[in-house]
């Protein structure tokens, strides 16, 4: 079991410039996360998708913000256009059933720095 | 406004003593309780959950404690070791389903030998 795999695994931007942030989940995994970790607010979710579906998008920041999965192993998370505010690390995770008693399992994470 | 809070940012403890990790909610919704542990350049790793019908749950060195009527759930970690200095998350849910976890701002744990 390879785990949640996320790349890159660091980011440097300028301001304005699109980033990509790419996720491939656990096989057999129907629900996928997208969190991001910042010193200020800590853990905050961002949007979630159940079997490839985006159920809730409201922690989604502002429109400059997207995220698809366009099939069941693969996940991305967009920013266009980048701003220093946006720096902070990025953190995809996955799980079978929603949450419950399947905990989430997380990827190690992408470090975005915009200058 | 947090839901879930982790007053202490940062507790230091002796190796050999026992760790206490609190976490406090307020949604009375929240059913299942979780707690995650992060080493640096890593992502968060599940450690040990409660249901809310329960009040105590037991794995090894780790044990959850839930008060329900307090809206309060502890970790506590004996004997503490070396390796389990890291990042600890308390993270809750509601209603069991397929929505994100709501976690604290996590308390940095320091095992001093």
């Known amino acids: 079991d390879a785990g949640v795999i996320q790349s890159p695994r660091h980011e440097v931007t300028e301001m304005g410039q699109e980033v990509t942030l790419r996720c491939k989940p656990i096989s057999g995994h129907n629900s996928l996360f997208w969190y991001r970790q910042t010193m200020m607010r800590g853990l905050e979710l961002l949007i979630y998708f159940n079997n490839n579906v985006p159920i809730d998008d409201s922690g989604m920041p502002e429109d400059r913000f997207s995220a698809k999965m366009p099939n069941a192993s693969f996940s991305t998370l967009k920013i266009q256009p980048s701003e220093p505010r946006d720096s902070a690390v990025y953190f995809c995770?996955?799980?079978?059933?929603?949450?419950?008693?399947?905990?989430?399992?997380f990827g190690n994470g992408t470090r975005l720095t915009v200058t | 406004d947090q839901q879930v809070k982790q007053n202490s940012p940062s507790l230091s403890v002796q190796e050999g003593r026992i760790s206490i990790l609190n976490c406090d909610y307020t949604?009375?919704?929240?059913?299942?309780f979780l707690w995650y542990k992060k080493y640096p350049a890593e992502g968060p790793t599940f450690l040990i959950s409660?249901?809310?019908?329960?009040d105590k749950n037991e794995d090894g060195r780790f044990t959850v404690f839930l008060n329900k009527s307090a809206k309060h759930l502890s970790l506590h970690i004996v004997p503490s070791q070396p390796g389990d200095s890291a990042v600890y998350f308390c993270a809750a849910i509601q209603g069991g389903g397929a929505d994100g976890l709501t976690f604290g701002k996590g308390t940095h744990l320091i095992i001093q030998p």
């Open positions: 409660i249901s809310s019908i329960k």
């Open positions: 949604n009375s919704m929240f059913d299942y």
């Open positions: 995770a996955s799980s079978s059933q929603g949450h419950g008693n399947s905990p989430l399992h």
